[in-house]
């Protein structure tokens, strides 16, 4: 086990040098395209383009979807969603290059691997709607937010982390 | 003058390309420092590591220290970049769902596709389930979220300006708070029960 822990933190980048770089990429896509990061954006877009393939009228009929779907251009065909598929490419090479290709059910050994699962789902359901009402998620709202120094930015992040910290105790047999 | 493309210094044909290379990067630093485990990032809110703060706070400030150094040296102009609106009830309201999908879900969106990508199946039904709330959003927007989307519109005003400061005092302040946070959570992990994952 102690072999283990160690062979991992050497696999793991130095957290201050992962956030400076992480800060240099911020600054690289402001500079270039005056935008930041964001990945909630990218899952938007693939639900309005399905949405919009089985139901045309119904996203045209819609205040959520009809400013996408009623483009000339796919929803697909967004800033955001290239920038997804970056990442998915980064994460690959990362995950090769260190190893970590594998796979499996991440859990607490607490609780089972379906426990997780139904956890990881409403989790993801609860992300999915908490983005589009903050207008994006921990990376485009909170993350992006805060390098440019705005208000919103800061209130996001106090609002998912200070909402993280007073019910983590609730959930803590998920986790430890 | 930065920002590039905006300025139409180089070609709007550019901006998928950069879009592509920022992911790779984002993407890259995020796997590479361990935020592809969702036990990892869960160690923030127990104690056990601190990954999340130290990547995000040096991330925020790096960024900001940057875009500002930029803007001195006349290399950017920071009015033409995308600032956040602030819509107080739903960034509010959007955010605490968004940390009831952090502590319960252990990813957020970004972190879910890294996790993916490595082979975590919880992170793939991560991505579903925001797929399902999405669309669930979508479908109720009309009915449940247009008012409090639309509430309370503020503008999108920068954080010093709210606070009544200096952008300079505001970075220093937030970059002691960040040593000062670092440092305090290099103690934590001493005092709580060791996590292996």
Same mark, same amino acid.
């Given at each position: ?19 400076? @770089? ?18 909630? $954006? ?23 979807y009809a400013p996408y779907a009623s483009k000339e251009e796919s929803p697909l065909n967004s800033w955001?969603?290239?920038? !997804? ?15 970590? @290709? ?14 997780? @699962? ?50 983590? +105790? ?7 | 003058?930065? #920002? ?24 890259? !630093? ?7 485990s969702s036990r990892k990032l869960a160690g923030v809110f127990y104690g056990y590591d601190f990954v ?65 990508? !490595? ?13 399902? $709330? ?19 519109? @503020?503008?999108? #005003? ?6 009544? !400061? ?16 670092? +440092?305090?959570?290099?103690?934590? #992990? ?8």
């Amino acid at each position: 086990m102690e072999n283990k822990v160690l062979e991992n933190k050497r696999k793991y980048m130095n957290p201050y040098l992962a956030g400076f @770089l992480l800060g240099l990429v911020i600054i690289f896509a402001f500079y270039y395209t005056g935008r930041g990061l964001g990945a909630s $954006g990218a899952i938007k877009s693939a639900v309005v383009a399905s949405v919009d393939a089985v139901a045309h009228k119904h996203a045209l009929a819609s205040e959520f979807y009809a400013p996408y779907a009623s483009k000339e251009e796919s929803p697909l065909n967004s800033w955001l969603v290239f920038e !997804i598929i970056g990442v998915m490419i980064g994460a690959l090479i990362s995950g090769i290059v260190a190893g970590r @290709l594998k796979l499996k059910v991440e859990h607490s050994p607490k609780i089972s691997s379906k426990t997780r @699962l139904i956890m990881a789902v409403l989790g993801g359901v609860l992300f999915g709607i908490g983005s589009q009402l903050g207008r994006g998620c921990t990376s485009g709202a909170a993350l992006t937010g805060m390098a440019t120094l705005s208000t919103a930015g800061f209130v996001s992040m106090l609002a998912i982390f200070g909402t993280g910290y007073t019910f983590a +105790w609730f959930f803590r047999k998920f986790w430890i | 003058m930065g #920002p590039l493309i905006p300025n139409e210094i180089i070609g709007a044909n550019w901006d998928f390309l950069i879009a592509l290379l920022v992911g790779i990067g984002f993407g890259y !630093i995020l796997e590479r420092a361990g935020f592809s485990s969702s036990r990892k990032l869960a160690g923030v809110f127990y104690g056990y590591d601190f990954v999340v703060l130290r990547v995000f706070f040096t991330a925020a400030i790096t960024a900001a220290i940057g875009l500002y150094y930029f803007q001195y040296f006349e290399w950017i102009d920071l009015s033409m970049i995308y600032i956040n609106p602030l819509y107080l009830t739903s960034t509010l309201i959007g955010g605490v769902i968004m940390g009831f999908g952090f502590i319960i879900g252990g990813y957020c969106p970004g972190t879910s596709v890294c996790g993916a990508m !490595i082979g975590k199946i919880d992170a793939m039904v991560f991505i579903g389930g925001i797929f399902l $709330g999405i669309f669930f959003y979508g479908e109720t927007y009309e009915l449940l979220w247009k008012k409090i989307y639309l509430d309370n519109f @503020l503008g999108a #005003p920068l954080v010093f300006d709210s606070l009544g !400061i200096s952008n300079a005092l505001f970075i220093l302040g937030l970059s002691i708070a960040a040593l000062l946070a670092f +440092w305090i959570t290099a103690q934590i #992990p001493k005092f709580v029960k060791r996590v292996d994952y």
